[in-house]
């Protein structure tokens, strides 16, 4: 039985960038790596999309980018660009092919299916195993999408959708979000943000051939892809270990009032990476505690009154597009943040701030 140097627990998306970060600094060249990851077969299960704010390893792997968005609520549509920060969608069936032809080159590393007998020793682990326990009314970004074909070219590739409100809200959060390939190829995803309590909103894929045969007015078309997820937009509870490190969702990567985690994962390996000799001695990186607690208020805010958050997103888009995009990907200064904070609601923000 072999004792390993170091153990990835989970193989899906912070494990292995972890390992690619690794894999390319040659951090493993002379030591062992074990990645526990269940799953048979690597392919396409999740599509995960972003502003590009930094560099990353997976240029290669982006499906589209895009320089200008909508936003829209109804009656009114708001176009904004972000040509300094393009939204970019990752294909995680490139991202997996990639990321395993280059670990398949190192004889150090090891794909193993369980952590059941496995000699722990001295590793060091780094752990992207969650440990969920929802509170009554947590809540989550919960989600389905369709990617789509049609014959005729009806879509305006160069823009995306990432927000359409004018649709059945129920008593949460609910929009629309389209992202265009090409002409004849989109990814129509169904949104909610709530606590999941009531069924009828996890009927994804009702309200996803409604919204394309109604809203979008596509009648032939053909599904060559389905996803479907869930996000806690809360904070996982985290037990600190000697020699262990979460990574990843568990390690508090996700941005709870948006779900974005890809490019905090992205930075968090890098962050292990150069501080990877002395790996047991650096603090835990984190996103900014501005940030959590801005969310944490915004979060509050959602919850009660829900009614109000499509406007409230619309006018958040309203100020300058470039603030807004480094605000949502954690690289706002204090000057951008009271730029976004002036277009929300005083009297609401200020009631959950006290």
Not at 3 to 27: R, T
Not at 126 to 144: G, M
Not at 307 to 327: C, D, Q, R, W
Request: net charge positive.
């Amino acid at each position: 039985m072999i004792d390993f140097d170091y153990i990835i627990i989970g193989g899906g998306c912070a494990g292995l960038s972890l390992a690619y970060e690794l894999q390319i600094n040659n951090k493993i060249k002379n030591k062992t790596l074990a990645i526990i990851e269940p799953r048979e077969i690597y392919e396409r299960d999740k599509t995960w999309s972003f502003w590009k704010v930094n560099p990353h390893n997976f240029e290669d792997c982006v499906i589209k980018s895009w320089r200008e968005f909508s936003i829209n609520i109804s009656g009114k549509t708001n176009y904004i660009n972000c040509f300094k920060t393009p939204y970019q969608t990752i294909d995680s069936g490139l991202f997996y092919k990639k990321i395993i032809a280059e670990l398949r080159k190192n004889k150090n590393i090891y794909f193993l299916k369980t952590i059941e007998n496995l000699k722990r020793g001295k590793s060091f682990i780094f752990n992207s195993l969650a440990d969920i326990s929802p509170k009554k009314d947590d809540l989550w970004q919960h989600f389905a999408g369709f990617e789509i074909e049609v014959e005729k070219k009806i879509f305006d590739s160069e823009i995306m959708n990432l927000m359409d409100f004018d649709c059945d809200q129920k008593n949460s959060v609910h929009f629309f979000y389209t992202l265009p390939f090409d002409t004849k190829k989109a990814l129509v995803e169904t949104t909610w943000l709530s606590n999941m309590k009531d069924e009828t909103e996890k009927n994804y894929e009702e309200q996803l051939v409604n919204y394309i045969e109604k809203k979008l007015n596509i009648k032939n078309y053909k599904i060559k892809y389905k996803e479907k997820g869930k996000i806690p937009l809360f904070n996982p509870r985290i037990i600190e270990k000697d020699n262990e490190i979460s990574i990843g969702t568990a390690g508090g990567m996700t941005r709870l009032s948006t779900g974005y985690t890809f490019l905090n994962i992205q930075e968090h390996s890098k962050y292990i990476c150069k501080n990877f000799e002395n790996i047991a001695k650096i603090k835990n990186f984190q996103i900014g505690k501005k940030y959590q607690y801005l969310d944490n208020i915004f979060l509050k805010v959602l919850y009660k009154n829900p009614k109000l958050m499509p406007g409230i997103f619309y006018n958040m888009f309203t100020a300058n597009s470039e603030k807004v995009v480094k605000f949502l990907s954690n690289k706002s200064n204090f000057i951008d943040d009271i730029h976004i904070i002036m277009k929300m609601p005083k009297m609401v923000f200020l009631k959950e701030l006290i």
